[in-house]
Protein backbone atom coordinates (compact mmCIF):
# COMPACT_ATOMS: atom_id res chain seq x y z
CA UNK A 1 0.00 0.00 0.00
CA UNK A 2 1.65 3.69 -1.01
CA UNK A 3 2.06 6.23 1.55
CA UNK A 4 -1.52 8.16 -0.49
CA UNK A 5 -3.64 5.09 -0.12
CA UNK A 6 -2.73 4.73 3.83
CA UNK A 7 -3.37 8.10 3.64
CA UNK A 8 -7.04 7.93 2.37
CA UNK A 9 -7.22 4.78 4.79
CA UNK A 10 -5.95 5.90 7.81
CA UNK A 11 -8.84 9.04 7.17
CA UNK A 12 -11.75 6.58 6.56
CA UNK A 13 -10.91 4.91 9.90
CA UNK A 14 -10.32 8.28 12.05
CA UNK A 15 -14.07 9.03 10.71
CA UNK A 16 -15.61 5.54 11.60
CA UNK A 17 -13.66 5.75 14.91
CA UNK A 18 -15.51 8.67 15.61
CA UNK A 19 -18.51 8.10 14.60
CA UNK A 20 -18.65 4.74 16.78
CA UNK A 21 -17.56 6.88 19.70
CA UNK A 22 -20.12 9.47 19.44
CA UNK A 23 -22.98 6.81 19.26
CA UNK A 24 -21.76 4.68 22.33
CA UNK A 25 -21.23 8.13 23.99
CA UNK A 26 -25.15 8.84 23.32
CA UNK A 27 -25.71 5.03 24.63
CA UNK A 28 -23.98 5.00 27.81
CA UNK A 29 -25.59 8.36 28.39
CA UNK A 30 -29.01 7.55 28.39
CA UNK A 31 -31.09 6.85 30.90
CA UNK A 32 -34.77 6.43 31.37
CA UNK A 33 -34.89 10.34 33.19
CA UNK A 34 -33.58 12.07 30.02
CA UNK A 35 -36.03 10.94 27.19
CA UNK A 36 -32.88 10.62 25.06
CA UNK A 37 -33.25 7.03 23.78
CA UNK A 38 -36.94 7.09 23.79
CA UNK A 39 -37.95 6.06 27.44
CA UNK A 40 -40.04 7.83 29.26
CA UNK A 41 -40.04 7.79 33.26
CA UNK A 42 -43.75 6.24 33.93
CA UNK A 43 -44.84 5.42 31.31
CA UNK A 44 -44.76 2.01 29.61
CA UNK A 45 -41.05 2.49 28.66
CA UNK A 46 -41.54 2.92 24.91
CA UNK A 47 -43.25 5.95 24.12
CA UNK A 48 -40.55 8.25 22.17
CA UNK A 49 -42.71 11.18 22.53
CA UNK A 50 -42.70 11.90 19.03
CA UNK A 51 -46.25 14.08 18.22
CA UNK A 52 -45.89 12.35 14.55
CA UNK A 53 -46.31 8.86 15.94
CA UNK A 54 -49.57 7.44 16.97
CA UNK A 55 -49.40 6.75 20.83
CA UNK A 56 -52.37 7.57 22.61
CA UNK A 57 -53.13 7.65 27.24
CA UNK A 58 -53.75 4.14 27.93
CA UNK A 59 -54.80 5.45 31.41
CA UNK A 60 -52.19 5.98 34.99
CA UNK A 61 -49.57 8.07 32.65
CA UNK A 62 -48.88 5.36 30.51
CA UNK A 63 -48.73 6.28 26.89
CA UNK A 64 -49.55 3.47 24.19
CA UNK A 65 -48.62 2.72 20.76
CA UNK A 66 -51.29 2.60 18.22
CA UNK A 67 -52.12 -0.63 16.73
CA UNK A 68 -49.45 -2.46 14.98
CA UNK A 69 -50.89 -5.07 11.98
CA UNK A 70 -48.89 -7.89 12.21
CA UNK A 71 -49.93 -9.02 8.60
CA UNK A 72 -48.47 -5.95 7.15
CA UNK A 73 -45.61 -5.90 9.43
CA UNK A 74 -44.71 -9.54 7.85
CA UNK A 75 -45.06 -8.39 4.67
CA UNK A 76 -42.94 -5.10 4.95
CA UNK A 77 -40.30 -7.04 6.71
CA UNK A 78 -40.39 -9.15 3.63
CA UNK A 79 -40.18 -6.75 1.35
CA UNK A 80 -37.67 -4.77 2.80
CA UNK A 81 -35.54 -7.91 2.26
CA UNK A 82 -36.38 -8.44 -1.20
CA UNK A 83 -35.55 -4.85 -2.19
CA UNK A 84 -31.70 -5.37 0.06
CA UNK A 85 -31.43 -8.23 -1.97
CA UNK A 86 -31.42 -6.00 -5.31
CA UNK A 87 -28.48 -4.31 -4.93
CA UNK A 88 -26.39 -7.57 -5.00
CA UNK A 89 -28.26 -8.26 -7.63
CA UNK A 90 -27.00 -5.00 -8.70
CA UNK A 91 -23.43 -6.03 -8.56
CA UNK A 92 -23.74 -9.18 -10.37
CA UNK A 93 -25.54 -7.49 -13.09
CA UNK A 94 -22.81 -4.94 -13.53
CA UNK A 95 -19.66 -6.98 -12.89
CA UNK A 96 -21.15 -9.66 -15.68
CA UNK A 97 -21.52 -6.45 -18.26
CA UNK A 98 -17.97 -5.50 -17.12
CA UNK A 99 -14.41 -6.44 -18.07
CA UNK A 100 -12.88 -9.41 -16.31
CA UNK A 101 -9.91 -7.18 -14.71
CA UNK A 102 -12.44 -4.72 -13.78
CA UNK A 103 -14.97 -7.02 -12.10
CA UNK A 104 -13.92 -6.92 -8.25
CA UNK A 105 -13.65 -3.30 -8.59
CA UNK A 106 -17.73 -3.09 -9.53
CA UNK A 107 -18.65 -5.74 -6.87
CA UNK A 108 -16.55 -3.65 -4.30
CA UNK A 109 -18.44 -0.63 -4.92
CA UNK A 110 -21.62 -2.32 -4.86
CA UNK A 111 -20.85 -3.18 -1.53
CA UNK A 112 -19.41 -1.03 0.24
CA UNK A 113 -22.43 1.37 -1.31
CA UNK A 114 -24.52 -1.00 0.70
CA UNK A 115 -22.55 -0.46 4.09
CA UNK A 116 -22.14 3.12 3.79
CA UNK A 117 -25.77 4.06 2.92
CA UNK A 118 -26.79 1.57 6.24
CA UNK A 119 -25.08 3.79 7.84
CA UNK A 120 -25.84 7.22 6.29
CA UNK A 121 -29.75 6.43 6.46
CA UNK A 122 -29.76 6.48 9.67
CA UNK A 123 -27.46 9.08 10.92
CA UNK A 124 -28.34 11.80 8.64
CA UNK A 125 -30.83 10.30 6.05
CA UNK A 126 -34.11 9.46 6.61
CA UNK A 127 -34.27 12.56 8.85
CA UNK A 128 -33.19 14.95 5.85
CA UNK A 129 -35.70 12.62 3.94
CA UNK A 130 -38.86 11.91 5.95
CA UNK A 131 -38.38 14.68 8.56
CA UNK A 132 -41.15 16.93 9.68
CA UNK A 133 -41.99 19.98 8.04
CA UNK A 134 -41.48 22.60 10.54
CA UNK A 135 -40.53 25.66 8.35
CA UNK A 136 -40.97 26.69 4.67
CA UNK A 137 -37.30 25.95 4.31
CA UNK A 138 -38.49 22.38 5.33
CA UNK A 139 -40.28 21.80 1.72
CA UNK A 140 -36.43 21.44 0.10
CA UNK A 141 -35.29 18.99 2.62
CA UNK A 142 -36.65 17.77 5.99
CA UNK A 143 -36.14 18.67 9.09
CA UNK A 144 -33.30 17.11 11.82
CA UNK A 145 -35.21 15.52 14.45
CA UNK A 146 -34.57 12.08 13.35
CA UNK A 147 -31.23 12.56 13.11
CA UNK A 148 -29.43 9.38 14.48
CA UNK A 149 -32.89 7.51 14.14
CA UNK A 150 -33.82 9.86 17.15
CA UNK A 151 -37.90 9.14 17.44
CA UNK A 152 -38.07 7.05 14.95
CA UNK A 153 -39.87 3.95 17.31
CA UNK A 154 -39.81 0.07 16.37
CA UNK A 155 -43.54 0.12 18.33
CA UNK A 156 -45.39 2.64 16.97
CA UNK A 157 -46.70 3.66 13.63
CA UNK A 158 -46.81 7.23 12.24
CA UNK A 159 -50.20 9.05 12.55
CA UNK A 160 -52.85 10.32 14.36
CA UNK A 161 -54.85 7.85 17.14
CA UNK A 162 -58.28 6.89 15.50
CA UNK A 163 -61.09 4.29 15.58
CA UNK A 164 -59.73 1.30 13.84
CA UNK A 165 -63.12 0.30 11.98
CA UNK A 166 -61.84 3.68 9.83
CA UNK A 167 -58.86 2.12 8.82
CA UNK A 168 -57.92 -0.42 6.32
CA UNK A 169 -56.33 -2.71 8.92
CA UNK A 170 -58.15 -4.99 11.39
CA UNK A 171 -58.42 -4.95 15.07
CA UNK A 172 -60.01 -5.89 18.06
CA UNK A 173 -62.57 -3.56 19.42
CA UNK A 174 -61.70 -1.10 22.04
CA UNK A 175 -57.92 -1.23 19.44
CA UNK A 176 -56.45 2.24 18.93
CA UNK A 177 -55.48 2.36 15.12
CA UNK A 178 -53.74 4.87 13.39
CA UNK A 179 -54.81 7.22 10.50
CA UNK A 180 -52.32 7.44 8.45
CA UNK A 181 -51.44 5.35 5.21
CA UNK A 182 -48.47 3.79 6.51
CA UNK A 183 -50.60 3.31 9.76
CA UNK A 184 -49.97 -0.98 9.84
CA UNK A 185 -46.68 -1.00 10.57
CA UNK A 186 -44.04 1.07 13.20
CA UNK A 187 -42.33 4.12 12.10
CA UNK A 188 -39.27 2.25 11.82
CA UNK A 189 -39.87 -0.22 9.61
CA UNK A 190 -41.45 2.04 7.32
CA UNK A 191 -37.88 4.25 7.69
CA UNK A 192 -35.91 0.64 7.05
CA UNK A 193 -37.84 0.22 4.00
CA UNK A 194 -37.12 3.22 2.56
CA UNK A 195 -33.67 2.65 3.70
CA UNK A 196 -33.12 -0.10 0.89
CA UNK A 197 -34.15 2.55 -1.58
CA UNK A 198 -31.34 4.84 -0.56
CA UNK A 199 -28.99 1.56 -1.04
CA UNK A 200 -29.83 0.92 -4.07
CA UNK A 201 -30.35 3.92 -5.77
CA UNK A 202 -26.38 5.17 -5.50
CA UNK A 203 -25.22 1.30 -6.17
CA UNK A 204 -26.97 2.31 -9.66
CA UNK A 205 -24.44 5.04 -10.70
CA UNK A 206 -21.53 2.90 -10.30
CA UNK A 207 -22.81 1.44 -14.00
CA UNK A 208 -21.79 5.13 -15.48
CA UNK A 209 -18.26 5.13 -14.30
CA UNK A 210 -16.71 2.45 -13.88
CA UNK A 211 -13.50 1.50 -14.90
CA UNK A 212 -12.26 5.11 -14.46
CA UNK A 213 -12.78 5.97 -10.55
CA UNK A 214 -10.68 5.96 -7.81
CA UNK A 215 -12.29 3.15 -4.86
CA UNK A 216 -11.81 6.31 -2.22
CA UNK A 217 -13.44 9.39 -4.31
CA UNK A 218 -16.51 6.89 -4.77
CA UNK A 219 -16.93 6.63 -0.94
CA UNK A 220 -16.82 10.43 -0.68
CA UNK A 221 -18.85 10.94 -4.16
CA UNK A 222 -21.44 8.47 -2.55
CA UNK A 223 -21.38 10.04 1.21
CA UNK A 224 -22.29 13.90 -0.85
CA UNK A 225 -24.48 12.18 -3.52
CA UNK A 226 -26.70 10.69 -0.77
CA UNK A 227 -26.96 13.59 0.98
CA UNK A 228 -27.67 16.57 -1.65
CA UNK A 229 -29.11 14.55 -4.44
CA UNK A 230 -31.15 11.19 -2.92
CA UNK A 231 -32.38 12.86 -0.17
CA UNK A 232 -33.74 16.66 -1.06
CA UNK A 233 -35.20 14.37 -3.92
CA UNK A 234 -36.97 11.84 -1.41
CA UNK A 235 -37.73 14.63 0.74
CA UNK A 236 -39.91 16.16 -2.05
CA UNK A 237 -41.65 13.71 -3.43
CA UNK A 238 -42.27 11.07 -0.21
CA UNK A 239 -41.75 13.80 2.42
CA UNK A 240 -44.36 16.25 2.06
CA UNK A 241 -42.11 18.64 -0.12
CA UNK A 242 -41.99 20.79 -3.10
CA UNK A 243 -43.35 17.97 -5.66
CA UNK A 244 -45.63 15.95 -3.17
CA UNK A 245 -46.78 18.36 -0.76
CA UNK A 246 -48.91 20.30 -3.64
CA UNK A 247 -46.08 23.15 -4.61
CA UNK A 248 -46.47 23.03 -7.86
CA UNK A 249 -50.62 22.66 -8.21
CA UNK A 250 -51.27 24.26 -11.43
CA UNK A 251 -55.39 24.61 -10.29
CA UNK A 252 -56.51 24.35 -7.27
CA UNK A 253 -60.12 24.20 -8.05
CA UNK A 254 -58.97 20.91 -9.42
CA UNK A 255 -58.12 17.50 -7.45
CA UNK A 256 -54.44 16.79 -8.91
CA UNK A 257 -51.65 18.34 -6.69
CA UNK A 258 -49.00 16.86 -6.45
CA UNK A 259 -46.75 14.49 -8.98
CA UNK A 260 -47.36 10.65 -8.87
CA UNK A 261 -44.53 8.44 -8.50
CA UNK A 262 -45.66 5.27 -5.96
CA UNK A 263 -42.15 3.34 -5.93
CA UNK A 264 -39.61 5.76 -7.08
CA UNK A 265 -39.30 6.09 -11.00
CA UNK A 266 -38.05 9.97 -10.51
CA UNK A 267 -36.80 9.61 -6.83
CA UNK A 268 -34.39 6.40 -7.65
CA UNK A 269 -33.97 5.89 -11.56
CA UNK A 270 -34.21 9.51 -12.93
CA UNK A 271 -32.21 10.92 -10.24
CA UNK A 272 -29.43 8.12 -10.47
CA UNK A 273 -29.84 7.65 -14.65
CA UNK A 274 -28.87 11.38 -15.00
CA UNK A 275 -26.55 11.38 -12.40
CA UNK A 276 -24.63 8.77 -13.83
CA UNK A 277 -24.70 10.48 -17.22
CA UNK A 278 -23.47 13.28 -15.49
CA UNK A 279 -20.22 11.00 -13.89
CA UNK A 280 -19.15 10.17 -17.31
CA UNK A 281 -19.31 13.24 -18.68
CA UNK A 282 -17.32 13.91 -15.99
CA UNK A 283 -14.93 11.75 -15.96
CA UNK A 284 -14.78 10.99 -19.81
CA UNK A 285 -13.91 8.29 -21.72
CA UNK A 286 -12.68 5.23 -20.76
CA UNK A 287 -9.00 4.25 -22.26
CA UNK A 288 -9.41 2.82 -25.64
CA UNK A 289 -13.33 3.38 -25.79
CA UNK A 290 -14.40 2.51 -29.44
CA UNK A 291 -11.10 1.21 -30.43
CA UNK A 292 -10.89 -2.15 -28.33
CA UNK A 293 -13.69 -5.15 -27.36
CA UNK A 294 -15.56 -4.14 -24.19
CA UNK A 295 -18.05 -6.52 -24.44
CA UNK A 296 -19.58 -7.87 -21.17
CA UNK A 297 -17.37 -10.94 -19.27
CA UNK A 298 -19.74 -13.10 -17.84
CA UNK A 299 -23.46 -13.66 -19.28
CA UNK A 300 -24.49 -15.88 -16.49
CA UNK A 301 -23.50 -13.34 -14.02
CA UNK A 302 -25.68 -10.81 -15.98
CA UNK A 303 -28.55 -12.78 -16.20
CA UNK A 304 -27.96 -13.88 -12.43
CA UNK A 305 -28.01 -9.99 -11.61
CA UNK A 306 -31.36 -9.40 -13.84
CA UNK A 307 -33.34 -12.56 -12.37
CA UNK A 308 -32.23 -11.05 -8.95
CA UNK A 309 -33.75 -7.46 -9.55
CA UNK A 310 -36.75 -9.08 -11.30
CA UNK A 311 -37.42 -11.16 -7.60
CA UNK A 312 -36.71 -8.15 -5.83
CA UNK A 313 -38.90 -5.44 -7.62
CA UNK A 314 -42.00 -7.27 -6.09
CA UNK A 315 -40.80 -5.52 -2.65
CA UNK A 316 -39.59 -2.51 -4.35
CA UNK A 317 -42.89 -2.02 -6.03
CA UNK A 318 -45.76 -3.53 -4.49
CA UNK A 319 -44.13 -3.12 -1.08
CA UNK A 320 -44.58 0.36 -1.61
CA UNK A 321 -48.11 0.23 -0.51
CA UNK A 322 -46.79 -0.42 2.86
CA UNK A 323 -49.73 -2.48 3.56
CA UNK A 324 -51.81 -5.48 2.07
CA UNK A 325 -54.68 -4.85 0.19
CA UNK A 326 -55.46 -5.00 -3.68
CA UNK A 327 -53.29 -2.14 -4.56
CA UNK A 328 -51.20 -4.37 -3.57
CA UNK A 329 -51.96 -7.57 -5.61
CA UNK A 330 -52.38 -5.29 -8.30
CA UNK A 331 -48.54 -3.56 -8.30
CA UNK A 332 -47.19 -7.11 -8.40
CA UNK A 333 -49.53 -7.62 -11.38
CA UNK A 334 -48.20 -4.91 -13.39
CA UNK A 335 -44.20 -5.42 -12.16
CA UNK A 336 -43.96 -8.55 -13.77
CA UNK A 337 -46.47 -7.99 -16.73
CA UNK A 338 -44.84 -4.68 -17.89
CA UNK A 339 -41.38 -6.58 -17.39
CA UNK A 340 -42.06 -8.95 -19.51
CA UNK A 341 -43.22 -7.45 -22.49
CA UNK A 342 -40.06 -4.62 -22.07
CA UNK A 343 -38.03 -7.75 -22.08
CA UNK A 344 -39.50 -8.84 -25.21
CA UNK A 345 -39.66 -5.60 -27.09
CA UNK A 346 -35.90 -5.22 -26.49
CA UNK A 347 -35.16 -8.61 -27.80
CA UNK A 348 -37.32 -7.85 -30.94
CA UNK A 349 -35.65 -4.68 -31.43
CA UNK A 350 -32.34 -5.79 -31.53
CA UNK A 351 -33.04 -8.45 -33.59
CA UNK A 352 -34.34 -6.12 -35.98
CA UNK A 353 -31.74 -4.12 -35.75
CA UNK A 354 -28.54 -6.69 -35.71
CA UNK A 355 -29.86 -9.61 -36.68
CA UNK A 356 -29.39 -11.84 -34.01
CA UNK A 357 -31.70 -11.87 -30.14
CA UNK A 358 -29.55 -10.56 -27.99
CA UNK A 359 -29.67 -12.26 -24.50
CA UNK A 360 -28.34 -9.29 -22.61
CA UNK A 361 -30.43 -7.31 -24.63
CA UNK A 362 -33.38 -9.42 -22.97
CA UNK A 363 -31.70 -8.76 -19.55
CA UNK A 364 -31.29 -5.23 -20.23
CA UNK A 365 -35.06 -4.70 -21.85
CA UNK A 366 -36.29 -6.64 -18.48
CA UNK A 367 -34.56 -3.97 -16.08
CA UNK A 368 -36.06 -1.42 -18.49
CA UNK A 369 -40.11 -2.52 -17.99
CA UNK A 370 -38.85 -2.89 -14.31
CA UNK A 371 -38.16 1.10 -13.93
CA UNK A 372 -40.54 2.46 -16.36
CA UNK A 373 -43.17 0.65 -14.40
CA UNK A 374 -41.94 1.36 -10.67
CA UNK A 375 -43.93 4.96 -10.98
CA UNK A 376 -47.17 3.92 -12.37
CA UNK A 377 -47.06 0.36 -10.49
CA UNK A 378 -50.10 1.29 -7.87
CA UNK A 379 -51.86 3.29 -10.61
CA UNK A 380 -52.21 1.45 -13.57
CA UNK A 381 -53.85 -1.38 -14.55
CA UNK A 382 -52.58 -4.80 -16.58
CA UNK A 383 -53.28 -3.59 -20.19
CA UNK A 384 -51.32 -0.27 -19.55
CA UNK A 385 -48.60 -1.98 -18.13
CA UNK A 386 -48.11 -3.43 -21.50
CA UNK A 387 -48.14 0.03 -22.93
CA UNK A 388 -45.67 0.93 -20.74
CA UNK A 389 -43.60 -2.38 -21.11
CA UNK A 390 -43.56 -1.65 -25.12
CA UNK A 391 -42.85 2.06 -24.36
CA UNK A 392 -39.86 1.20 -21.86
CA UNK A 393 -38.49 -1.40 -24.50
CA UNK A 394 -38.37 0.76 -27.44
CA UNK A 395 -37.66 4.33 -25.50
CA UNK A 396 -34.78 2.50 -23.47
CA UNK A 397 -33.29 0.56 -26.86
CA UNK A 398 -33.04 3.74 -28.61
CA UNK A 399 -31.69 5.96 -26.28
CA UNK A 400 -28.85 3.29 -25.71
CA UNK A 401 -28.53 3.50 -29.30
CA UNK A 402 -28.35 7.36 -29.26
CA UNK A 403 -25.36 7.70 -26.42
CA UNK A 404 -23.53 5.21 -28.46
CA UNK A 405 -23.33 7.60 -31.74
CA UNK A 406 -22.46 10.41 -29.21
CA UNK A 407 -20.00 8.44 -27.71
CA UNK A 408 -21.13 9.08 -24.07
CA UNK A 409 -19.33 6.18 -21.96
CA UNK A 410 -21.91 5.67 -19.55
CA UNK A 411 -20.22 2.38 -19.59
CA UNK A 412 -23.21 -0.19 -18.69
CA UNK A 413 -26.06 2.17 -19.81
CA UNK A 414 -27.22 3.48 -16.70
CA UNK A 415 -28.77 6.84 -18.83
CA UNK A 416 -30.29 4.61 -21.11
CA UNK A 417 -32.09 2.25 -18.96
CA UNK A 418 -32.58 4.09 -15.56
CA UNK A 419 -32.45 7.92 -16.60
CA UNK A 420 -34.33 7.59 -19.56
CA UNK A 421 -36.99 4.41 -18.59
CA UNK A 422 -37.89 6.73 -15.51
CA UNK A 423 -38.46 9.79 -17.12
CA UNK A 424 -40.74 7.49 -19.75
CA UNK A 425 -42.15 5.89 -16.59
CA UNK A 426 -42.77 9.23 -15.03
CA UNK A 427 -44.81 10.69 -17.80
CA UNK A 428 -46.74 7.80 -18.76
CA UNK A 429 -47.83 7.81 -15.38
CA UNK A 430 -49.54 11.19 -15.72
CA UNK A 431 -51.04 9.52 -19.14
CA UNK A 432 -52.42 6.26 -17.84
CA UNK A 433 -52.82 6.76 -14.15
CA UNK A 434 -56.59 5.14 -14.13
CA UNK A 435 -59.35 6.16 -11.34
CA UNK A 436 -60.30 2.65 -11.64
CA UNK A 437 -56.96 1.03 -9.34
CA UNK A 438 -56.94 3.94 -7.05
CA UNK A 439 -60.14 5.24 -6.51
CA UNK A 440 -58.96 8.67 -4.88
CA UNK A 441 -60.13 11.36 -7.07
CA UNK A 442 -56.10 11.82 -7.48
CA UNK A 443 -54.89 9.13 -9.51
CA UNK A 444 -56.95 10.24 -12.57
CA UNK A 445 -54.71 10.53 -15.85
CA UNK A 446 -54.40 12.27 -19.03
CA UNK A 447 -56.47 9.35 -21.15
CA UNK A 448 -59.74 10.41 -19.81
CA UNK A 449 -59.49 13.50 -21.59
CA UNK A 450 -60.93 15.56 -18.58
CA UNK A 451 -59.26 18.80 -17.25
CA UNK A 452 -58.19 16.77 -13.77
CA UNK A 453 -56.12 14.42 -16.19
CA UNK A 454 -54.63 16.83 -18.13
CA UNK A 455 -53.08 18.55 -15.59
CA UNK A 456 -51.77 15.36 -13.67
CA UNK A 457 -49.95 14.99 -16.71
CA UNK A 458 -49.02 18.65 -16.48
CA UNK A 459 -47.75 18.09 -12.94
CA UNK A 460 -45.73 14.92 -13.82
CA UNK A 461 -43.68 16.54 -16.60
CA UNK A 462 -42.91 19.23 -14.64
CA UNK A 463 -41.72 17.05 -11.27
CA UNK A 464 -39.57 15.00 -13.82
CA UNK A 465 -37.87 17.96 -15.37
CA UNK A 466 -37.20 19.38 -12.00
CA UNK A 467 -36.09 15.92 -11.01
CA UNK A 468 -33.73 15.50 -13.85
CA UNK A 469 -32.05 19.58 -13.82
CA UNK A 470 -31.07 19.26 -9.80
CA UNK A 471 -29.77 15.33 -10.64
CA UNK A 472 -27.76 16.13 -13.14
CA UNK A 473 -26.52 19.46 -12.25
CA UNK A 474 -25.99 18.61 -8.60
CA UNK A 475 -23.40 15.95 -9.29
CA UNK A 476 -21.78 17.92 -11.82
CA UNK A 477 -20.64 20.31 -9.50
CA UNK A 478 -20.18 17.70 -6.70
CA UNK A 479 -17.94 15.74 -8.64
CA UNK A 480 -16.32 18.92 -10.31
CA UNK A 481 -15.28 20.06 -6.61
CA UNK A 482 -13.81 16.87 -5.31
CA UNK A 483 -11.57 16.30 -9.03
CA UNK A 484 -10.13 19.57 -7.97
CA UNK A 485 -9.29 19.45 -4.62
CA UNK A 486 -9.04 15.43 -4.43
CA UNK A 487 -4.95 14.18 -4.69
CA UNK A 488 -4.52 13.72 -8.39
CA UNK A 489 -7.79 13.93 -9.31
CA UNK A 490 -10.98 11.45 -8.40
CA UNK A 491 -9.73 9.31 -11.66
CA UNK A 492 -7.35 6.34 -11.30
CA UNK A 493 -3.81 6.98 -13.66
CA UNK A 494 -3.83 5.77 -17.31
CA UNK A 495 -1.46 2.57 -16.31
CA UNK A 496 -4.01 1.72 -13.32
CA UNK A 497 -6.69 1.32 -15.77
CA UNK A 498 -4.60 -0.67 -18.33
CA UNK A 499 -3.78 -3.06 -15.76
CA UNK A 500 -7.21 -3.53 -14.37
CA UNK A 501 -8.99 -1.45 -11.03
CA UNK A 502 -9.17 -5.28 -9.61
CA UNK A 503 -5.14 -5.17 -9.29
CA UNK A 504 -4.66 -1.89 -9.51
CA UNK A 505 -6.84 -0.26 -5.99
CA UNK A 506 -7.69 -3.94 -4.53
CA UNK A 507 -4.77 -6.10 -5.27
CA UNK A 508 -7.30 -8.70 -5.87
CA UNK A 509 -8.48 -10.68 -8.74
CA UNK A 510 -11.59 -12.45 -9.45
CA UNK A 511 -10.11 -14.97 -11.52
CA UNK A 512 -6.66 -16.67 -10.56
CA UNK A 513 -6.20 -18.86 -13.15
CA UNK A 514 -5.92 -15.47 -15.68
Request: aromatic share 10%; charged share 10%.
Amino acid sequence: MNSRNRKYALLLVVTVAITATGAMSQAFAQSVNDGMDGYTKGTSGIYTGNTHECWYDGGEGNMLPCKIDTGASAWMLSATSLVLLMTPGVGFFYGGLARSKNVVNVLGMTIIVMGLMSVQWVLWGYSLAFGPIDSDANMFMGSLEYVGFNEVSPWAPLGAPTACSDTRFAAAPGEVCSDNWTGGVSHQLFAMFQATFAIITPALIIGGIIDRIKFSALIIFILLWATFVYDPVAHWVWGGGYIGGGAIDLNPDLSPSYGLDFAGGTVVHITSGFSALAGALVLGRRLGYGKVPMEPHNIPMVILGASLLWFGWFGFNAGSEVGVDGITVSAWTVTNTATGMAALTWVLMSWAHTGKPSIVGAASGAVAGLVAITPASGWVGPMASIIIGIAAGTVCYGCVSFKNARKWDDALDVWGVHGMGGLTGAILTGTLASPHIWDSGDGIGAWTGTAEGMEQQAINIIAAAISVGYAFGVTIVILKIMDTVWPGGIRVTPKEEEIGLDLAQHGERAYVNE
